[in-house]
């Protein structure tokens, strides 16, 4: 479930204290919560979502997975044999470990996102390809053009770039890009700053960050993205799930 055989808009379930949260810049303690990630989940799926991005926000600052059951619920309520099968969960968050990542892999996801781990440990990328082909997701977050870790607050010097084509040779199934400079902020994306992480590699390029109109959506679309994570335009109503997706497909 590495590929996306068409461009989805993909909704997040990012979770803080067992909530819904979605964050301002990557900065914690911004966030505006939208309640229970069970029921999250079950509407982005009525709503026509082929694939849910999960994330443990505590996870990504404390360096493991804080939120697990409320993941978990998610998991056990909308995975499996509950839906349609086309459905994909993808969970980023606080794995820090190839055992672990294998863990939740068997336990339901389909994809693992690795952020931290990934920059300080690279080699992990390949251990999990091994048993889990195509099932590891890079996470690359920039902010001021540099990738950052540790709950984006820590600069590595890394151009992104650089850093996916890096990650695809060890055997990343897709990168999934943010730039955290716009995220959450409702005020639109950086194309060119996609565009240049997608002319990269040949692996899919999942975009995120400052999507605010349905024309952020094909335009990331038209720079090459394969999917689009999106948040706090979807939970704030700018535009539905349905709309993005139609927007996304007329591009």
Do not use: C
Not at 45 to 59: K, P, Y
Request: no cysteine.
């Amino acid at each position: 479930m590495s590929g996306f055989p068409s461009f989805e808009v993909i909704p997040a379930v990012d979770v803080q204290d067992g909530e819904v949260v979605q964050l301002v810049g990557g900065e914690r303690g911004t966030g505006k919560r939208y309640g229970d990630p069970v029921e999250a989940a079950e509407r982005w799926i009525e709503s026509g979502a082929e694939t849910l991005h999960l994330v443990d926000l505590d996870g990504a600052f404390e360096g493991e997975r804080v939120n697990a059951d409320a993941i978990e619920a998610v998991v056990e309520a909308v995975g499996g044999d509950a839906v349609d099968d086309r459905v994909g969960l993808q969970l980023g968050g606080g794995i820090r470990t190839a055992a672990g990542a294998r863990d939740l892999l068997d336990l339901g996801l389909d994809r693992v996102i690795l952020g931290t781990a990934a920059v300080e440990t690279p080699e992990i990328v390949a251990e999990i390809d091994e048993t889990h082909p195509g099932s590891v997701v890079v996470s690359l977050d920039a902010k001021d053009g540099e990738v950052v870790v540790s709950g984006w607050t820590e600069g590595t010097g890394l151009d992104p770039a650089e850093a996916a084509t890096r990650y695809e040779e060890l055997g990343a199934g897709a990168i999934l890009f943010t730039n955290v400079d716009v995220e959450g902020q409702l005020e639109g994306i950086d194309r060119e700053a996609v565009a240049s992480v997608v002319d990269a590699v040949d692996i899919p390029v999942i975009a995120s960050g400052g999507v605010t109109t349905t024309d952020d959506v094909a335009d990331l679309k038209t720079a090459g993205a394969a999917a689009v994570v999106v948040g706090t335009a979807l939970y704030e109503g700018r535009f539905t799930l349905r709309e993005a997706q139609a927007a996304a497909d007329e591009a």
